[in-house]
């Protein structure tokens, strides 16, 4: 009898993860959402809304063999998945991949799109009415809505506030050079090294004063807190001889295993398993899990099969700052608007996600 496989979280680990196993074990997908939140086109769609219909792709074609369970996981054992009813779903291995949050509109808050495209029709308009707009925190998501803002809308005033005194400070120092003089140059006022010390939210954007640590006052019509993911780990938590690390993310061995369990494995943004939370990460660690759990699923001792490698410095870095314009640090060199649009910034991987989702785009 085949070997049944019960992944937890349908984002880039998960959805990617259960297809690629689809034909060889008995794959089940526990996500509670109904579509594929593309987290990269999130950005855009704050001022292109028309997007959100690519950036949101139903999973209802994903699997072939196994199946897409529309509900959330409430406890995880040796044996398997408890969901939210109650349900059972029986496993040899598990993988958890709950992934992690972030504010409205770029993630959803809970499981319904419905409500996220309320937020982002809502956040959009409350963006054109803005005239001055302030982004606290300037990693890539706050930089490339800069890049958004000022590319598609730019009468506004967009000023980008990071604690940071320069932009990408653990990468090669040409990449944010270079991407904070096309900010400049785009309009965009930068105020580094200050952090922001009365955010009224840290989940969604809202009217308000800032005010810096020099003791600075700012009045935006509208801020966009974008300070950083926070993983979803309340599952692994439960679990026996789980460690925490930074950003709620939980440690993992060297083969990926949160816990005193040795069939239960994690990966992407709710791990810490060296790499930052990043797409580009999973997309390291994806052929590493599939080739671990093919190799259980023949007999062998996870001991005894390679521990998993993270990016280290080499890790890749892809910031558009709208379609045409942007920098990335592609490994050993850093790239300018050409490679950054043709690489990402003009199609936002929305074909190839549309493609793993088995949906055709029009
Ligand atoms: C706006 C934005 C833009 C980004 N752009 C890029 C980029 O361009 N390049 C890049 O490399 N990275 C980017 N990232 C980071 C990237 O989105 C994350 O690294 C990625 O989403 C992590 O994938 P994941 O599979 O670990 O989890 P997620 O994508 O977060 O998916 C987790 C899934 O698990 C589900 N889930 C949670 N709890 C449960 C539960 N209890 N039971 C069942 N299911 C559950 C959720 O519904 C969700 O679908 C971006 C992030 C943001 C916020």
Redesign the pocket.
């Known amino acids: 009898m085949s070997q049944k496989i019960a992944i937890?979280?349908?984002?880039?680990?998960?959805?990617e993860l259960a297809k690629s196993l689809d034909d060889t074990v008995e794959v089940t997908l526990?996500?509670?959402?109904s579509h594929?939140?593309h987290?990269?086109a999130?950005?855009r769609a704050v001022v292109d809304p028309s997007l959100l219909d690519r950036a949101l792709i139903p999973y209802d074609r994903l699997l072939t063999n196994g199946r897409v369970i529309a509900?959330?996981?409430?406890a995880i054992d040796a044996k398997g998945v408890t969901l939210e009813d109650g349900t059972r779903v029986e496993a040899d291995q598990i993988v958890v991949?709950?992934?992690?949050?972030?504010a409205v509109p770029?993630?959803?808050q809970g499981?319904d799109i419905a409500d996220l495209k309320a937020d982002n029709q809502r956040i959009h308009q409350q963006l054109k009415a803005a005239q001055s707009i302030g982004i606290v925190g300037a990693g890539?998501?706050g930089t490339?809505l800069a890049g958004e803002i000022a590319h598609a809308m730019p009468d506004k005033q967009v000023t980008l506030i990071s604690s940071d005194d320069s932009l990408f400070p653990t990468m090669p120092s040409k990449l944010g050079r270079s991407l904070a003089a096309k900010l400049r140059k785009a309009g965009v006022t930068l105020i580094l090294g200050q952090m922001a010390e009365n955010l009224k939210s840290l989940t969604k954007p809202y009217t308000g004063p800032l005010q810096l640590a020099d003791g600075s006052q700012h009045d935006f019509d509208l801020i966009f807190p974008v300070i950083g993911?926070r993983a979803?780990s309340?599952?692994l938590e439960a679990l026996a001889g789980v460690e925490k690390s930074t950003a709620n993310r939980i440690k993992v061995d060297p083969w990926m295993r949160p816990s005193a369990l040795p069939n239960v494995f994690a990966?992407?943004?709710?791990v810490d398993a060296g790499d930052?939370?990043?797409?580009?990460?999973?997309?390291r660690q994806l052929p590493w899990l599939k080739a671990t759990l093919t190799g259980v699923v023949e007999g062998k001792t996870v001991e005894d099969m390679k521990p998993y490698k993270p990016w280290g410095s080499k890790a890749l870095?892809?910031v558009p700052l709208g379609p045409k314009q942007g920098n990335s640090f592609l490994g050993f060199f850093t790239a300018g608007d050409f490679l950054t649009s043709k690489m990402?910034g003009a199609d936002?991987?929305l074909q190839k996600y549309a493609k793993l989702l088995n949906q055709s785009e029009s």
């Open positions: 937890v979280g349908g984002g880039y680990v998960g959805a526990i996500e509670p959402r594929f939140v987290a990269p999130m950005i509900s959330k996981a409430k991949a709950t992934g992690s949050g972030n770029f993630k959803p499981s890539a998501v490339e993911s979803n309340e599952l990966a992407g943004d709710v930052a939370m990043t797409i580009v990460a999973i997309s870095i892809l990402k936002l991987f």
